[in-house]
């Protein structure tokens, strides 16, 4: 099995409490893949331009991910400039440039049009929907922000009837839903298109709603976070990629996907950009994985006489 995403592969300029970094590789489709490669065969489409050299082209190919859709044009990448404070769960963004992907028109690849998943990683909504729209996927999740929501709300709401997931954060539930309480918000969310709601929350974890049912869990304890960027793009990744490797999108599986998703969001906040997950290992996923269950799990139990 294998799965498709596209999404910004980004130049950032990042600034945290903890340090600052400029013009590392990101990109929403870039901390997706990275994540996702650990599960399953992915497939990138993107555009680049010609300021993404053989040391950006490493971090892929370091992880057998396949760019045969990711498209280099003279001008220059993506570029986002963001900044947290020490509320970690809000990245205040400083810039956003589009650059080659404000023309970017994809022409899908064979291959790319078979691929039985589709993660439509953050990016213009149309553009979302273009790749959406050339690929027959059996399961199609997305991604978006406040930017979007904000410049582009009918193209959103257009994409959104086209998929069956979406993961996004609680703020972009609220704003979405147009409601403060996030169960109400999810509700309204699940009447516009998608069968699922996964709501990532930052430092408290995660919880996916369907009409008939709720899951939740707590994020792993991370005593050191580093830098947040791309946390959310590595649990979708990690979510996503799981699906695609046991081929299954039953509720258990659905919970399973949740927790690894989890884990790989709490390995790439560790460090800033890819460097955490390019040194990753299975056994450090297993052991996270384990210990994040063990974290929430409780015995059935009555109440004791009074
Ligand atoms: P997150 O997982 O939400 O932290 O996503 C962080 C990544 O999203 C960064 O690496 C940015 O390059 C990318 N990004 C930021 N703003 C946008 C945008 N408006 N459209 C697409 N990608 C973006």
């Given amino acids: 099995m294998s799965i498709l995403v596209v999404g910004s592969v980004a130049f950032d300029s990042v600034k945290t409490p903890f340090g600052e970094r400029e013009r590392i590789l990101g990109g929403a ?6 994540a996702a490669s650990f599960f399953t065969r992915v497939r990138v489409v993107a555009v680049v331009g010609d300021d993404f050299g053989p040391a950006e082209e490493a971090v892929f190919r370091e992880r057998e991910i396949d760019i045969t859709d990711l498209e280099r044009v003279p001008g220059r ?33 064979d291959g790319a049009r078979e691929t ?27 991604d978006t922000m406040n930017y979007w929501i904000d410049n582009t709300p009918d193209d959103l709401r257009a994409m ?22 996030l169960v109400r918000a999810a509700r309204r969310i699940l009447s516009m298109g998608p069968s699922r709601l996964v709501v990532k929350r930052g430092e408290y974890g995660v919880v996916m709603f369907s009409k008939d ?48 998703g989890s884990v790989m969001a709490s390995f790439n906040v560790e460090e800033f950009g890819c460097e955490r997950m390019r040194r990753l290992t299975y056994d ?23």
Wanted: no cysteine; proline share 6%.
């Fill in 284 to 306: 450090e996923i297993n052991a996270r994985f384990r210990e994040l269950r063990a974290f929430s799990n409780f015995e059935e139990a009555e109440m004791p006489p009074f």
């Fill in 29 to 34: 489709a870039t901390y997706f893949s990275v």
């Fill in 77 to 109: 990448s993506f570029h986002w400039s963001g900044e947290y404070g020490y509320d970690l769960n809000v990245a205040r963004t400083r810039v956003t440039q589009l650059n080659v992907f404000a023309d970017f028109k994809p022409k899908l690849s």
């Fill in 116 to 142: 039985p998943y589709l993660f439509l990683g953050n990016i213009q909504p149309t553009l979302q929907l273009e790749v959406r729209e050339q690929v027959a996927a059996k399961l199609v999740a997305a």
């Fill in 213 to 260: 049912s709720y899951f939740a869990t707590p994020a792993y304890p991370i005593e050191q976070v580093f830098d947040p960027t791309g946390a959310g793009d590595s649990f979708a990744g990690g979510f996503m990629g799981y699906l695609t490797a046991t081929n299954a999108i039953d509720e258990p599986a659905l919970r399973r996907a949740i927790i690894y």
């Fill in 160 to 181: 959104l009837e086209r998929i069956d997931v979406l993961v996004i954060n609680d703020a972009e539930a609220r704003e979405i839903g147009k409601e403060p309480n």
